[in-house]
């Protein structure tokens, strides 16, 4: 999906008034869709968030066999197919952004012996999937995946999957909710205990619909939640209202409380027990929050809120709370910001693997606003200072909680707040701009880069391996809506289509016809990270006749006249070398060595660094020597060493390349 980038600039104000309510909760509207599924007959669903993220759910469900009807604004139907009714999908199922949607549809769709293929935009794809697959694969689902247990993914399910018992090692609602539904077709009790309590926007759902689910405090104090698959229903019809998010709402109560004069009335959110930690520090801060017309909606409980300005300090935030509370960080960050005295929140590891290093961005966006704050560890330390002085550009990394807390602590600072990239607000808030705005707020759309540079623009990306091309390559694609083409698949293509064939990689004809025959979807496959398909690449790539067919595939590529970012090593000096503008990625051989050998223990891989060193140095020295296009940079590409950089740091000296030009 190409992504609307749109940088937006947020000014002080002199107060946020009035009655609102927020979109639908996001959690909520997911598991909503996808239970509804699970049960015979129609379920009519009111207030679903209908942004981005929720609207692939819908869109995978659909593709799964399951109708799914828009009949008005936040108005849906949905005809439960009811347990064991899900088909294959004939298509890849992309969830864009939606991390939830994926790690939820993976467990769905494990009891069942078909093949899901799942992909995501550059954020999704790049975060782990291995928390999540661990326990399925215990049931009997088999997976095929991207390095480091990333998405593009295949799950092969199977019609035998196995209830089992499951401590959560970590934390996660989204994975307590993975194991249940696959618990949902499979025979027995499947049962899971948390630690610590999460999200029970699942169990109360199930429990709503009519499915049985029991909860238990065991003599640890952890609680076991379990699950009878299985089960048998009738056809009904059922209504599920989906109420405000306390997560969307947490962005305007604390505008409210920051911006002087100020007050607000924020109508139906849920204010379940598990999610309203955030509320609960801020009257510790000395927020004035009340609740009013308090009641119980579809198994979750509601409230009314109102807010008024408040003189906020601050305060220590135990670890034990951060389950309850962990989406609404960066929002708390800011309130932080405004509060006398220091801040400290613990527990925040969960935050380095959410759409992006949330801790890391928090921050980096933080000190660029003038206010003291660094982590250690998982703790967060924020000094605040009155009123921050803002002035600056915050990044995003694609991020929609960033942006928008961002954008509210420009209502308050010094001076205006810039975010580089607001898209991704669209996945959980679609109309928050129009919304503060209507309240007061001076949000306002600035004029983003992506959208000054022709659409036809060629970026070439040259350099050695684990200097982080690959990584830039995406991002730039994604921040300017270019096609990519990771050039290095193209063979492993070449030799997915051998391998499955039944071929032998040194059949030099074969090879000439596979490669005459690869498309974009081949490029997708999981399955080309395979070993057996790396083996035959690298035979393959010998033939002189298969280079010159992959390299008219990588001109044409370029030339759609769509745009494109491509990366390898002879990108710019002779597949596309008269490309708009030329990169070469470089780092320090032990730079990369170190990258490399962490991305290998991360993936669970035990290899001695020295040994990773070694490697790289061969593959540079042949790189360089080949006598066929040698890796070197283009007489006018921009050289950037990424030895001392961030990801974040090359991407932005990237885009200034650009600008500048």
Known sequence: MKKNNAALKSSAVSAIKGAVTVPGDKSISHRALMLSSQVLGITHISGLLEGSDVLNTAKALHSLGVPVTRIGTQRWEVRGVGI?????????????????STRLLMGLVTPYPFTTVFTGDASLRSRPMARVMTPLSEMGAKFICHSGDRLPLAIVGTADTLPITYRLPVASAQVKSAILLAGLNTPGRTTVIESLLTRDHTENMLQYLGFEVKSETQKDGALSISLTGQPIFSAAEREIMVPGDPSSAAFIIISALICKNSSISIKNVCINPLRIGLFTTLKEMGAKIEWRNERLVAGEKVADISVVSSHLKGITVAAERAPSMIDEYPILAVAAAFAEGKTVMHGLSELRVKESDR??????????????????????????????????TVTTHYDHRIA??????????????????????????????NLFNKLGANIHPLQSLSSAIP??????????????????????????????????????AVGMKMVYAGKDPHDRAAALEAAKSIDAEDLANPRLRQERIGQAASVISAFPEVREVLLDFQRNFARSGRGAVLDGRDIGTVVCPDADFKFFITATLYARAKRRHRELQGQGIEVVFESVLEDLRERDERDEKRAIAPMKPADDAFVIDTSPLDASEVFEKACQVVSKK
């Open 455 to 492: 659409h036809s623009v060629v970026i070439a990306i040259d350099g050695p391996a684990a200097s982080g091309k690959g990584t830039l390559a995406r991002r730039l694609a994604e921040y300017f809506r270019l096609d990519y083409l990771d050039t290095g698949s193209l063979y492993r």
């Open 404 to 433: 928008m807390a961002f954008l509210v602590m420009g209502m308050a600072s010094l001076e205006p707040v810039t975010v580089d990239d607001a898209s991704a607000i669209q996945t959980s808030f679609p109309e928050f701009t």
């Open 359 to 392: 801790l890391a961005a928090i921050v980096a966006a933080l000190n660029a606003c003038g206010v003291k704050a660094h982590a250690e560890g998982d703790s967060l330390h924020i000094v605040g200072n009155g009123i921050p002085k803002g002035g600056a």
């Open 84 to 100: 064991g009714g899900l088909r294959e999908s004939d298509t890849v199922l992309d969830l864009g952004n939606s991390g939830t």
